[in-house]
């Protein structure tokens, strides 16, 4: 099925306890891409602007991600984010420059209006909206959002949820959203408002998926010692997550939770390293061993 996502390209800065990582590529989308194309082709709509130091083809060289959505913008700045992570690497504050962020969104190829399933990744949700209506007959739309447009953008957010599938979001978000700190009863509000499958992140807690049919899944984080820089963990494990739903064609109970797996497989690669180069150092077989290990380690 064919697979789209929209979301930011940035210029990153990290800081952790250990390091810092300047001006490294970043952003949802790219993450995302990166992820999702593991499991077979990805349609990438995004802006930068004539700053941007990626060269994108060069970045997923070889990967199936087709760059005809990608716009770059002569008079614009590209994205630019900096985050500073707490010592238990679970927690970060951030600041961000939203230069072509903040300007109309890309276009979306005429090619492109076809796709099945979506992944709108954090935007303001008018503009996840104004993408999603680009779409002729998505059968599958997934997204993410942040605490900014959940506090400031309730009206919007909550149109949006009428719209999509899925809600792929973190712990705080959850809460936030229906004002529950019991995560169960919040994914289930939230289900209320719109979407059929709700997916809760918990960082090194692992995940929650929870369906309107009743339908509940809990998964642990893949155990691993090796952290060195969280970003970009949620945004791979919707690009694991989605990539599998695409290749697997179907979006049955059990399909929804392999792709869990393998978004918190996908997403554990993602934070051994700055970055894209956790992802980018590892195959899909590598990808299917860990797949295996974290079955033996949750099956009992
Ligand atoms: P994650 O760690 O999965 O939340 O993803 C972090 C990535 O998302 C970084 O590479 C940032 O460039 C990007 N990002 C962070 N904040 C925003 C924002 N407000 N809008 C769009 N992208 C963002």
Redesign the pocket.
């Known amino acids: 099925m064919s697979l789209l996502v929209t979301?930011?390209i940035?210029i990153?800065t990290v800081t952790t306890p250990c390091e810092v990582s300047k001006n490294c590529i970043?952003?949802?989308s790219?993450?995302f891409s990166m992820a999702a194309s593991f499991f077979g082709p990805v349609r990438f709509v995004g802006v930068v602007g004539a700053d941007c130091p990626f060269d994108l083809a060069q970045v997923f060289n070889g990967r199936p991600v087709d760059l005809a959505g990608l716009e770059v913008r002569r008079h614009s700045k590209t994205?630019r984010?900096w985050?500073t992570y707490k010592d238990d690497m679970d927690h970060r504050t951030?600041r961000?420059k939203?230069g072509v962020?903040a300007e109309a969104p890309p276009k979306v190829p005429e090619a492109f209006k076809d796709s099945q399933l979506v992944f709108l990744?954090?935007?303001t949700p008018a503009l996840q909206m104004q993408l999603l209506d680009e779409i002729e007959k998505p059968l599958f739309v997934a997204a993410d959002t942040?605490p900014?447009w959940i506090k400031g953008n309730r009206n919007e957010l909550s149109e949006l949820l009428k719209r999509i599938d899925c809600l792929i979001i973190n712990v705080e978000e959850a809460r936030l959203l229906v004002k529950q700190s019991n995560l169960v009863r919040a994914a289930e509000q939230i289900l209320e408002l719109g979407p059929s499958i709700v997916i809760v992140k918990k960082g090194e807690s692992g995940s929650l998926m929870c369906l309107k049919d009743g339908n509940k899944f809990v998964l642990p984080a893949y155990m691993t010692t090796d952290v060195k820089d969280?970003?970009?963990?949620?945004?791979?494990f919707a690009g694991g997550f989605m990539g599998y739903l695409a290749q697997a064609r179907k979006t049955d109970f059990d399909t929804l939770k392999t792709a869990v797996a393998y978004g918190t497989v996908v997403a554990s690669f993602t934070i051994a390293d700055f970055s894209l180069s956790g992802l980018t150092s590892v195959t899909r077989g590598d990808i299917d061993i860990r797949l295996g290990m974290l079955r033996k380690f949750t099956h009992f």
């Open positions: 979301g930011s940035g990153d970043g952003g949802s790219v993450y994205f984010w985050a951030d961000v939203l962020l990744a954090n935007k942040m900014r969280p970003t970009g963990a949620g945004d791979s």
